[in-house]
């Protein structure tokens, strides 16, 4: 199935340190989502783009929809232990009609050292 | 409060049984999908559902089977001809897929099913 190609993989860093992920589609997207995943919990959406170049902050979240409507990336700063887990971008991609699939990143694994 | 509900939480299943995970919507969503984890991967939909009485396979729906009978629910079973059942299951709901505003094509998640094989 298709996938957005997420990165990095994943990422080790020091609490208080800025983080940045970005992902890249060889298809347009009209909507782009990011979400967290906890350990054993369900992914719980972040921050919603709609238009290509919309810049939106969500406390120490920010995320960027690109210009090309190919790509987004989501920044965050000052990073503290709770942002420990699996983040997600996620692409609405509008085949015309009736059908429309939600396209879902590798996902970015992120611990954080206290 | 609306949300999207699954359960059970953990579920264990004998080989050569089939076993149901419930999903319940209360969010008046039309579109309801099930999607597989597997440890450190991404999200492999399973099926998906635009409609009441109306499902497609998604691209992993081998050894699954799905119904959707009701707006708010979309039970996933899980045959004895799925070869590697052992997963974390995700279900998720979206108001619609993509003819209305864009907020209505925001897909929310429930909880999540583990469901292994002993």
């Known amino acids: 199935g298709q996938q957005l190609n997420q990165s990095p993989q994943s990422m080790f860093i020091q609490e208080g340190e800025d983080v940045s992920m970005n992902c890249t589609s060889s298809s347009i997207f009209n909507t782009w989502l990011w979400y967290k995943q906890d350990p054993g919990e369900g992914p719980v959406l972040l921050i919603a783009?709609?238009?290509?170049?919309e810049l939106t902050s969500n406390g120490r979240l920010t995320a960027q929809f690109g210009i090309t409507r190919k790509d987004s990336f989501l920044n965050i700063s000052a990073s503290i232990p709770s942002d420990v887990g699996i983040y997600f971008c996620a692409g609405h991609l509008h085949y015309g009609g009736a059908t429309n699939k939600l396209i879902f990143g590798t996902g970015t694994l992120l611990a954080v050292q206290p | 409060d609306g949300g999207i509900t699954q359960s059970p939480k953990y579920l264990f299943r004998k080989e050569g049984q089939n076993v149901t995970l419930s999903c319940e919507q209360n969010l008046n969503h039309d579109a309801m999908y099930w999607y597989r984890q597997d440890p450190g991967q991404g999200l492999r939909l399973i099926y998906y559902s635009q409609i009441v009485n109306d499902f497609q396979k998604g691209d992993i729906a081998e050894g699954y089977s799905v119904s959707r009978e009701k707006k708010e629910s979309f039970p996933l079973t899980v045959t004895s001809a799925q070869k590697n059942p052992t997963a974390f299951y995700l279900c998720a709901s979206r108001k619609s897929t993509g003819q209305g505003r864009a907020k209505d094509t925001e897909a929310f998640f429930g909880q999540g099913t583990r469901l292994t094989v002993v």
């Open positions: 783009l709609y238009k290509a170049g």
